[in-house]
């Protein structure tokens, strides 16, 4: 039944883009954001260099209209130094729940290109979810991010990815051509699982998601720099 519905989505989505003559992206791998009722959401579009100049915007599939400017419960915002742009949504209800696409204006033929698609849930006790999706740490220091999970999502898959490059850490599993910056451990019983970042360098900023099956949680990662001679006094410089 479930592998049915994502077909048919599936389908449906390819013909609704077919028809409006927006290409689409490779990989359709969606992922579904969980977010509380009342609450609200950042988004991050990640971009080719090439799309820099051109105009960025965010499709809802429910009013099917494009964006490109801020308003009520809404910003937009190109960051193009880093070749992103964010969404936030705000005061989110029921009726947002739906399908939403980062997409691009390409300067060319088909003119629009999707680049992410996001399914967007808004849940009254969200699948995943962080406490704050905004965290920031020294150079050099430590950060910690849990990430809470329902009872349905147990015994699905954990991860802590990078939006960048996709790249994963995965809860219980030893891997070695991993970084061992990273550490995620399952805290048993609390559904909750921990993120320890130690060591954090300049480059360690940007976005992440934290994961339980498909439903995930975007988290903001500033790393600031350290003092010069804060290494010296690391101990106590970390804690502040
Ligand atoms: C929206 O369009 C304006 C005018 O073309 C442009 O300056 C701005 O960068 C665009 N915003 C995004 C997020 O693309
Ligand atoms: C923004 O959110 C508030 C609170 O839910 C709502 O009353 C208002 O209508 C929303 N504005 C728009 C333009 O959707
Ligand atoms: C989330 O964390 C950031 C940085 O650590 C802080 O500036 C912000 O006030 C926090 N927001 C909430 C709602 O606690
Ligand atoms: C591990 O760290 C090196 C630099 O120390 C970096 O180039 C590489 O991308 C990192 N690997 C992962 C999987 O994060």
Not at 12 to 31: A, K, Q, R, T
Not at 82 to 109: A, D, I, P, W
Not at 163 to 185: A, E, L, P
Request: charged letters at 20%; aromatic letters at 14%; a neutral charge.
């Amino acid at each position: 039944m479930a592998s049915y519905t994502k077909t048919n989505i599936f389908y449906i989505s390819v013909g609704f883009w077919l028809s409006l003559g927006v290409e689409s992206y490779d990989g359709w791998s969606s992922h579904t954001l969980t977010v509380q009722t009342g609450g609200s959401v950042t988004i991050p579009c990640y971009y080719d260099k090439k799309y820099t100049q051109q105009k960025k915007y965010w499709y809802s599939q429910i009013d099917k209209t494009f964006k490109n400017t801020s308003e009520e419960n809404l910003s937009v915002i190109d960051h193009s130094d880093q070749s992103l742009f964010t969404v936030t949504m705000r005061n989110l209800q029921n009726k947002h729940t739906g399908y939403y696409y980062c997409v691009v204006e390409t300067g060319e033929q088909p003119s629009k290109k999707t680049i992410y698609e996001t399914y967007l849930k808004i849940q009254s006790a969200p699948d995943v979810s962080v406490v704050n999706s905004s965290v920031s740490g020294h150079e050099g220091c430590d950060i910690s991010v849990q990430c809470f999970y329902s009872s349905d999502y147990q015994n699905k898959l954990k991860q802590w990815c990078r939006y960048k490059d996709q790249s994963c850490y995965t809860v219980g599993r030893t891997d070695t051509s991993q970084n061992s910056s990273v550490q995620i451990s399952d805290d048993d019983g609390r559904r909750s699982f921990t993120v320890l970042m130690t060591g954090l360098r300049l480059t360690d900023s940007g976005w992440y998601w934290c994961s339980a099956g498909d439903a995930l949680s975007p988290v903001h990662l500033t790393v600031t720099e350290a003092d010069i001679g804060a290494e010296k006094y690391k101990w106590r410089f970390c804690l502040s």
